[in-house]
């Protein structure tokens, strides 16, 4: 069939829900109204590990207004029904209010249900629960792990045995928490044995629908989830937490609709985070910078329950080229929740440390940072063999060289400065892996020439709203205005989750599928129509544009979906588009990036401030430039607050999260941020999916946190290995 | 939220007549509302002030600078008086909060401001400031952003304000209005030290109000400034912070005003990094040397042992940044 003409796709438009969102009408979770809704608030745990021995709640239901207090003391026992394919990391998941046990700081262990908010936060605050308390472990530098996953190839020890340059560190990442602006909120209200909620997250069906149905033993098609629109999350909506379950347990307790919004404070145990990590590495060159072999002993904290893994050893497998590979990786159990992928899961913290690595390798040698990657770039994939659908590094280390100025720069750390300020600039490899998961899209082109797409996705921000239909509508022949795009509904049909930057891929391939196929539906109705100006042409020469089939050649010769269909008294036409998720097995398919930063440090207060970055990044094929930078600008925010600002405290005294707020947690303010610009590499990756995306949303993270550590070093001479740089290192 | 009792009071008698039955009072409520949330303030009556006639800066008899408690922080710190004559206070308001905070905080809120101790705002940890006789969590905790001057055994949390810190350099006094009449406070003895009672912070009395802070009449020509050291570049406490006011006449430093802010339990005066100013030309090297004096009698815990030698790097940037020289 021949190609629609590429009319939407690629250009710069703005979000279709930009209105609703900046007028306050697109409905978040909490935001939905339903009838006679009622209001829940958690009682948190206030020991970090042990028993719960007593829960008095007669002073919270004596309270005007209060309906009931939930604890493990009367909680009805819920079947928890294993759920493979869902998010839920190997171990035993947290069943809420199923027993005494005390697995960490902040874990649910009441529910107050009210009439009005006030009245159950007040009730929450007034349940008394009282503790054996043990002592928890935290630190996940001691504390014993668990086996480890290995890679190996080649023979590292020897290689490093034999090396002429031997670099050995320990890089020890922060935790991080996601802190999106929308709390997490369900609203749960049951029908006999139906639930509907109303919930953030990133996977309605996957994610929310088939966890609500093995917790509480139902049929997945008896539980309902509504999700219209996200305020970010960063990959804290990826599965179900406990919050949705006490909802829905409260739901069913008191046979009301239950709203519960997490507080700020609860979003930092009621949610998860980016593990921290202590990871050492050691590197074996030759005196030119050939890489022999590269050693990583990754640690890695999980909760106690859950083994939380993610793809932190790739890129150190494929990301240089050398002989010798040697990776142990091991989650070590502690008595915190369960973390969870964030932005750039796995490849921003390998980044960060192998980054870094290189850079200093580089000042070892005493050898560009660029020269030094350029002379390890692999020709193939080196853990695997495959070819690169595309691996565009080297011209994104050109074009970045050459847009930040990087001939310019003067090698030897400590050599600028500004006044008070030294001045460096650093350079840093992205990498993020290219996926995609199976999906279905509804497709269903009306009488009147305007089509409707459905889709069972999630818009967290990235704007799935908007380029979905960008795809429609070329690929329909219609105009955006023309395209109606919903998601966020467990009845539409399924995706997988919205994360890994994969959604453009995976539900973007699925609505062109679609409207392919019902294009082809519509032209071939008109073809074998003999009312039709277009009867007895050849479908293939055959194109669409603005709601009007023609001949590619002849353009008078042609009628309209509308004529069409109107004429036949067809309604509509519809088709489920469909995407069989990713193949890996043909090419190694990742997205790459260089990422360049220069920072001030205050020479005596040891401040660090970015004052500009640039990414340039190989990515595929961009169908909006403009999100496309919203993107890239959030990812680089992010990453500035990973390296300079973003940190969760741990009391390692009783687990205690002690800066679990916004004015304790720092994450970067506008004033942080200042002179941030993205480059997309012209193209597409065909070999990828059949749109050519590569994915955008988690590269731009990877990167930036080492690009900035190694700008510190070359503006002080001063290495930092431990995330984020801040003044007390520097001084 | 504890539940609770609210009145507006429309004069400074009915305040404080209010607040002698044990009325609290509310203002700008960017600081107790949000105490009152997380539960750590619990007050059964709030008074209203907010229509009380105390929203003037004028200038005293004696060439002072009152500011009425009722002004804005953002008022304030926009007063053209207060910024050609005061330029420490207006920086120290600017670089405080946010807009949207400075719209609403008030001066006699400011001042009034409770710690940011983490632990004294999570009503689950220990805290003899919130609850005498709990204990001090931070002592041992994850201290890093708590005070290495004027702590006790019982308390470590340091007084969040920045333009209480110019005050403080300033010698500004505090005017109280109680059942009794009206009284004049120095700065520097209306904030209190934790000793062995946290919970007592400031020398206000049942029932009293505060309805002015008064900068006296300082010489002139005065060159002063503020700066805040913080991990962000907006929107977060001091790190550390210096208020410097400094009066030369023929070259030679004649008057020195200095106080620091982030390192003390209360605004933290610095009278031995003056009196090592006075009668002394600028030049880098004393602004080094004085400052060599600001963390005298630190003692610093786990984790905010750096803030010994910020705080000295702080002083010492802020004496050449308002003193002059490289």
């Known amino acids: ?731 | 939220m504890f539940p609770f009792s609210y009145t507006k009071v429309s004069d400074t008698s009915a305040a404080v007549a209010a607040g002698q039955r044990g009325g609290r009072y509310v203002a700008g409520g960017t600081t107790l509302v949000d105490l009152m949330r997380e539960t750590v303030e619990r007050p059964e009556a709030l008074v209203d002030i907010a229509a009380l006639p105390l929203r003037d800066i004028t200038t005293t008899a004696n060439g002072g600078l009152r500011i009425g408690a009722l002004v804005r922080m953002a008022d304030a710190a926009a007063d053209r008086t207060v910024r050609t004559t005061y330029p420490v206070v207006s920086e120290a308001l600017e670089l405080s909060a946010s807009a949207q905070l400075r719209n609403m905080a008030t001066i006699g809120g400011n001042i009034m401001q409770r710690t940011r101790c983490t632990y004294f705002r999570d009503v689950t940890a220990a805290c003899n400031k919130r609850q005498p006789g709990s204990g001090c969590a931070a002592l041992e905790g994850f201290n890093r952003t708590h005070a290495i001057l004027g702590g006790s055994d019982q308390c470590v949390a340091t007084h969040p304000s920045d333009v209480a810190v110019a005050f403080a350099a300033l010698e500004a006094t505090v005017r109280l209005l109680g059942p009794n009449g009206e009284r004049t406070v120095p700065f520097a003895d209306f904030l209190l030290q934790p000793g062995a009672t946290p919970d007592r912070e400031h020398a206000i009395q049942r029932g009293e109000l505060i309805t002015a802070v008064e900068i006296p009449a300082q010489p002139r020509p005065l060159r002063s400034g503020y700066l805040k050291v913080r991990d962000r570049q907006s929107y977060e406490f001091a790190l550390t912070s210096a208020a410097v006011a400094l009066h030369l006449q023929g070259g030679v430093i004649r008057a020195a005003k200095v106080a620091a802010g982030g390192v003390g339990t209360v605004p933290w005066k610095l009278p031995a990094v003056e009196r090592h100013l006075i009668g002394k030309r600028p030049s880098a090297a004393l602004w080094t040397e004085a400052a060599e004096r600001a963390a005298d009698g630190a003692s610093p815990l786990t984790h905010n042992r750096f803030k010994v030698e910020l705080l000295k790097r702080t002083v010492a940037r802020q004496l050449r940044v308002v003193g002059g020289t490289r």
């Open chain 1, 1 to 731: 069939m021949t190609a629609q003409p590429e009319i939407a796709v690629g250009t710069p438009q703005s979000r279709v829900d930009g209105r609703l969102k900046v007028t306050g009408r697109a409905l978040y979770a909490a935001d939905h109204p339903v009838d006679g809704v009622v209001y829940a608030a958690v009682v948190d745990s206030s020991v970090g590990r042990g028993r719960i021995t007593d829960v008095d709640t007669s002073a919270a239901l004596a309270q005007p207004g209060v309906l009931t207090v939930i604890s493990h003391r009367n909680a009805p026992r819920l079947p928890y029904v294993d759920n493979p394919g869902s998010n839920n990391p190997p171990g035993t998941r947290l069943r809420v209010f199923q027993d005494d046990r005390v697995l960490f700081f902040g874990q649910p262990v009441a529910v107050a249900v009210a009439t009005t908010l006030e009245a159950a936060q007040h009730a929450a605050r007034l349940v008394e629960v009282s503790y054996a308390a043990e002592q928890p472990i935290t630190d996940v530098t001691s504390a014993p792990a668990n086996p480890p996953t290995t890679y190996a190839r080649g023979d590292a020890e020897t290689a490093l045995g034999n090396a002429e340059v031997r670099l050995e560190m320990t890089y020890r990442p922060a935790r991080n928490h996601h802190n999106p602006m929308e709390p997490h909120a369900t609203i749960a209200q049951w029908d006999g044995g139906n639930l509907t909620v109303w919930d953030k997250t990133q996977w309605v069906v996957g994610g929310t629908q088939t966890e609500l149905a093995a917790v509480f033993g139902i049929p997945q098609q008896s539980v309902r989830v509504i999700s219209p629109f996200v305020g970010g999350a960063f990959g804290n909506g990826l599965r179900t937490w406990p919050h949705t379950t006490i909802a829905a347990l409260a739901a069913r307790e008191t046979g009301r609709p239950v709203k519960l919004v997490l507080s700020r404070r609860q979003l930092y145990f009621g949610t998860g985070f980016r593990p921290a990590y202590d990871y050492r590495v050691r590197l074996a060159s030759d005196r030119r910078g050939r890489l022999s072999a590269m050693s990583h002993d990754i640690r890695a904290e999980t909760s106690s329950y859950e083994a939380f893994f993610e793809a932190v050893m790739a890129p150190g497998q494929m990301l240089y080229s050398m002989p010798n590979v040697r990776q142990a990786y091991s989650t070590v159990p502690l008595d915190v929740n369960t973390p969870i992928w964030m932005r750039g899961p796995g490849f921003a913290t390998a980044a960060f440390v192998i980054e870094s690595a290189m850079d200093e390798l580089a000042n070892e040698l005493r050898i560009d940072p660029i020269e030094l990657r350029l002379r390890n770039e692999p020709g193939e994939d080196p853990s695997s063999g495959l070819p690169f659908s595309t691996r565009r590094l080297r011209e994104c280390y050109s074009v970045g060289a050459r847009e930040f100025g990087w001939s310019r720069r003067n090698p030897r750390p400590g050599s600028t400065r500004d006044g008070d300020w030294l001045i460096g600039t650093g350079m840093a490899a992205a990498v993020y892996d290219t996926g995609g998961f199976p999906a279905q899209a509804h497709v269903r082109l009306h009488a009147d020439g305007t089509a409707l797409v459905q889709s069972a996705t999630s818009d967290m921000g990235p704007g799935t709203y908007t380029s979905m239909p960008q795809i429609a509508a070329d690929a329909l022949g219609l105009t955006m205005r023309t395209v109606t795009f919903r998601l966020g509904d467990s009845i539409m049909p399924p995706t997988g989750p919205h994360g890994g930057s994969t959604t453009m891929a995976s539900v973007g391939t699925a609505i062109q599928d679609g409207c392919d196929k019902v294009r082809r539906q519509a032209i071939t109705l008109a073809v074998d129509d003999p009312r039709s100006p277009l009867h007895g042409v050849d479908p293939d020469d055959v194109i669409v544009r603005k709601g009007r089939m023609h001949v590619k050649n002849d353009p008078t010769r042609g009628e309209t979906y509308q004529q069409l269909l109107t004429r036949n008294q067809r309604p509509h036409l519809e088709v489920i588009g469909t995407y069989a998720g990713a193949v890996h097995d043909r090419f190694s398919m990742f997205a790459y990036g260089a990422v360049f930063a220069e920072v001030a440090v205050d020479s005596r207060l040891g401040l660090v401030r970015v004052r500009r970055m640039l990414g340039v990044y190989d990515a595929g094929r961009i169908v909006n430039p403009k999100l496309a930078d919203s993107q890239a600008i959030g990812g680089m925010v992010g990453g500035i607050g990973a390296a300079l600002l973003e940190h969760t405290v741990t009391d390692p005294r009783d687990g205690r999260i002690v800066n679990a707020n916004l004015a304790d947690y720092l994450v970067p303010v506008n004033a942080d941020i200042k002179d941030l610009r993205a480059i997309y590499l012209n193209g597409n990756d065909p070999e990828a999916n059949p749109i050519g995306v590569k994915g955008l949303g988690e590269i731009v993270l990877v990167g930036i946190a080492p690009a900035i550590a190694n700008a510190v070093f070359h503006a002080t001479g001063r290495r930092i290995r431990d995330f984020p740089i801040t003044a007390d290192a520097l001084l």
